[in-house]
């Protein structure tokens, strides 16, 4: 079993700053990518930033210049610094990893129970 942990969210003013983490833990034999996906109400989940075990990430447009992802793979964690926030930025985060938990396995996807990020306007 394989246990996503996130932490970071809360309500901040338009322009303020915010961190997500999401510590992974658990049978892992090898992370394949980590990442954030995003699903505000009404809408479908969307894909906010990647980063796989090789440090490429990618971003969604609309958080381009202003969100970096990064990763430490020794602590199997995930880190999103949001910059520049704004109210269209308010959605739940999950944290999502493409991981095997046995070296002959296919990877599966496990994600994160979300945490709410809230901007006020």
């Known amino acids: 079993q394989v246990q996503l942990v996130e932490s970071g969210g809360g309500l901040v003013q338009a322009g303020g700053s915010l961190r997500l983490s999401c510590a992974a833990s658990g049978t892992i034999f090898s992370i394949h990518s980590m990442g954030w996906y995003r699903q505000a109400p009404g809408k479908q989940r969307e894909l906010v930033a990647t980063?796989?075990?090789?440090?490429?990430?990618n971003y969604a447009d609309s958080v381009k210049g202003r969100f970096t992802i990064s990763a430490d793979n020794a602590k199997n964690t995930v880190y999103l610094q949001m910059n520049s926030l704004k109210p269209e930025d308010t959605a739940v985060y999950y944290c999502n990893i493409l991981a095997t938990t046995r070296w002959f396995d296919k990877p599966n996807e496990y994600w994160g129970q979300g945490t709410q990020v809230t901007v006020s306007s």
């Open positions: 980063v796989t075990s090789g440090g490429t990430t």
